[in-house]
């Protein structure tokens, strides 16, 4: 069932997750223990700043509102993709000297979203070109986990709207492949979709959701060349998630995070292991030598989507930078388009954030 509650668990718990592992993202263990004791970070420095991984989050949500929105209202035809695509660039400009205000979405108002929060070279690279990234036609050889941690929101948003799993997680697979070419990226990418997916309208475990990510993509990408590393890392994931080893241990089997099949592989196991307890789940996800904010991301878009806004702990989201931009996006996700543009009670508020252009694509 659609619950606004999961919605904005989502995004939230992917910014706390985000906040918690930036400060900490290119620091090894021991510094980490030398600077925030033996436990590790736990708690912010002083607020909790977003990076990357949330903006780019953030803009793929408003690029599928977007998207939507112009496409209901115009006779405008264009994949999703290609929306969120113009959103993602809209991103570039805010790391690039753009002029705020000057985009596709609201968005483009938000002052703190142009700040650097070391942006990924990859997706830069990839967005300076055009991003015209395809699963047939690929961008470049990349699996960087800069392909998986923005995508949450796809599944999200088609939460009990008659979508098929399969369709829903191609949309991932081909956002994902916009700007990073490597089956690994895209296939890991359309599973994560996929777990949001399953959290979000169905009451299932998590172990099921990601049982089921397994299953689906096995069947949409059945001739992939590298299909059996996903699956044999996702179950080892979950083999992991049930022994007694210490968490560093178990991340350091299934690598940094660095790539998107080991950022989906550590933080379904740090989610699997902590089910029900989002800050044990958040603390064991960041407090590593690897990507911790890509890994620390994604552990809590799945923690946040399970276990919804009100289950998050109050001292993560008391000062968490632009914790309204993201109650009120998650809330836009969760309502969706609720007007026909030639009705006199438009709501204009709605035009003016995600119809500010109907020619984007053309």
């Known amino acids: 069932m659609r619950d606004v509650e999961k919605f904005i668990g989502c995004l939230v718990g992917g910014a706390i997750g985000d906040a918690l592992g930036y400060p900490v993202e290119y620091m090894s263990e021991k510094e980490i223990v030398e600077k925030y004791g033996v436990d590790g970070i736990s708690r912010y420095d002083q607020k909790g ?76 690279s990839a967005l300076r070109t055009g991003a015209y990234g395809t699963l047939d036609n690929p961008i470049n050889n990349s699996k960087g986990s800069g392909a998986i941690t923005r995508v949450a929101p796809i599944g999200l948003y088609f939460s009990d709207q008659g979508q098929s799993y399969e369709r829903v997680a191609s949309l991932g697979a081909r956002v994902a492949a916009l700007t990073h070419g490597h089956q690994l ?8 979709v996929h777990i949001i997916h399953k959290l979000s309208q169905d009451d299932v475990s998590i172990l099921d959701a990601v049982r089921s990510s397994i299953d689906l993509a096995e069947d949409m990408f059945v001739h992939a060349k590298y299909l059996g590393e996903f699956i044999t890392l996702m179950e080892k994931a979950i083999s992991l998630s049930n022994s007694n080893i210490n968490d560093q241990d178990a991340i350091h089997q299934l690598g940094e995070g660095w790539v998107a099949e080991e950022a989906l592989a550590i933080s379904v196991y740090c989610a699997l292991k902590y089910p029900k307890d989002y800050e044990k789940a958040i603390i064991a996800a960041v407090n590593h030598k690897g990507d911790s904010d890509a890994t620390g991301s994604i552990t809590g878009n799945i923690m946040g989507t399970k276990l919804g806004f009100s289950n998050l702990p109050k001292h993560f989201i008391e000062n968490l930078e632009l914790i309204d931009l993201m109650f009120e996006l998650g809330k836009d996700l969760y309502l969706d388009i609720q007007f026909d543009i030639e009705s006199p009670d438009q709501d204009k508020i709605w035009l003016s954030k995600y119809m500010r252009d109907k020619n984007q694509i053309q």
């Not at 977007?66 to 790391?95: C, S, V």
């Not at 990226?185 to 994560?192: D, E, K, L, N």
């Open 185 to 192: 990226g895209y296939i890991s990418s359309a599973a994560f």
């Open 49 to 124: 700043l977003i990076s990357d991984e949330t903006q780019m989050t953030l803009f793929t949500a408003a690029g599928l509102l977007n998207g939507i929105t112009i496409m209901m209202n115009t006779e405008l035809r264009a994949p999703l993709e290609d929306f969120i695509k113009m959103n993602y660039l809209n991103w570039f400009e805010t790391q690039n000297d753009g002029t705020i205000g000057d985009g596709c979405t609201w968005l483009s108002d938000i002052e703190e979203l142009y700040e650097r929060r070391a942006p990924g070279s990859i997706c830069l």
